[in-house]
């Protein structure tokens, strides 16, 4: 058995196809195919099923999996440490992310990381909390930004707390107000947010009795400021966003609720460099814009 064999099992199966696989790695089908096979029969196991929609792991594909990413993982850090040690950051790190940190917080974060670690080679990966949780946790990635309350099991660098704002047309009768109530807005159309702060939102609402008048639920920080910019409803968005919706009127909530946002990862005791380098730079840059 090889690393080439366990990088392309394991690209096979994020890509789902032997095809894409193969154009990833610089191989033909038919070499990504003789490989996954010659390690199905080195194991004595069928590892993948193979069908008309593509390829899925089996029982046993998936318990080999997590082996091969840990003998992966294992690897890079390896060359990241003999990278370290002749005088060279080289490497790559796989991150996770949800929506609002993706379009407000990274992109100034990777900018300094690529123009500070040209030779280290940056993956990403957008999802919800709980997707992000399943992947670190599966080794799929090797950092992701979480939520103090989604990182169960897991070692968490908080970074800041991301308090909840009110936001509102501007021919809305609060507009004025520095403060609102959930009180205040229960009975009004609200557009509520998606895989992102829906779970403190909710609970915002729950915990003073009260349930709100959902007009439509949304993902898109951007899609929810449009509606609300165009009379639709108001909602409740993460101060992280804020700066995207200066045309419209904005409170303060009088029911404080915040989540904290943090860096969670496996082990923080066994890190990459490059991933320790990307934890250093990211603190050092959040503690400036505080």
């Known amino acids: 058995m090889t690393l080439l064999q366990y990088e392309i099992f394991k690209e096979v199966i994020e890509l789902g196809s032997f095809t894409k696989a193969g154009d990833k790695l610089g191989l033909t089908q038919s070499a990504v195919s003789h490989a996954v096979k010659s390690l199905e029969a080195e194991l004595d196991l069928t590892?993948?099923?193979?069908g008309r929609s593509g390829v899925s792991l089996t029982?046993?594909?998936?318990?080999?999996?997590?082996?091969i990413r840990q003998i992966l993982n294992l690897t890079?850090?390896?060359k990241q440490e003999a990278?370290?040690?002749?005088?060279?950051?080289i490497?790559?790190?796989?991150?996770?992310?949800?929506?609002?940190?993706?379009a407000y917080l990274l992109p100034s974060i990777i900018e300094k990381f690529h123009s500070t670690f040209p030779s280290i080679q940056v993956e990403f990966f957008e999802g919800g909390y709980h997707e992000l949780r399943q992947m670190l946790s599966s080794n799929a990635i090797d950092i992701g930004f979480l939520t103090t309350n989604h990182a169960e099991n897991l070692d968490f660098i908080p970074l800041f707390d991301d308090h909840l704002h009110i936001i509102l047309p501007d021919s809305h009768p609060l507009k004025n107000e520095k403060q609102v109530s959930v009180q205040d807005i229960a009975a009004e159309p609200f557009i509520m947010p998606k895989a992102g702060c829906d779970d403190?939102?909710?609970?915002?609402?729950?915990?003073?009795?009260?349930k709100p008048n959902v007009y439509c639920e949304i993902a898109d920080n951007q899609t929810i400021i449009a509606m609300v910019q165009k009379n639709l409803g108001i909602s409740i968005v993460p101060e992280i966003v804020m700066h995207a919706a200066k045309d419209l009127a904005s409170?303060?909530?009088?029911e404080e609720s915040y989540r904290t946002v943090g860096l969670a990862l496996p082990d923080l005791d066994t890190v990459s460099p490059a991933v320790a380098a990307f934890i250093e730079l990211t603190r050092s840059m959040i503690n400036r814009k505080k």
Not at 83 to 89: A, D, I, M, P, T
């Open 47 to 50: 590892l993948l099923k193979r």
């Open 59 to 67: 029982f046993e594909g998936k318990r080999i999996l997590t082996y």
């Open 76 to 78: 890079e850090k390896m």
């Open 83 to 89: 990278g370290r040690l002749n005088g060279l950051e």
């Open 91 to 102: 490497g790559t790190i796989r991150i996770g992310t949800f929506p609002s940190v993706s």
């Open 200 to 210: 403190l939102i909710k609970e915002l609402f729950k915990s003073n009795n009260l």
């Open 251 to 254: 409170a303060e909530l009088k």
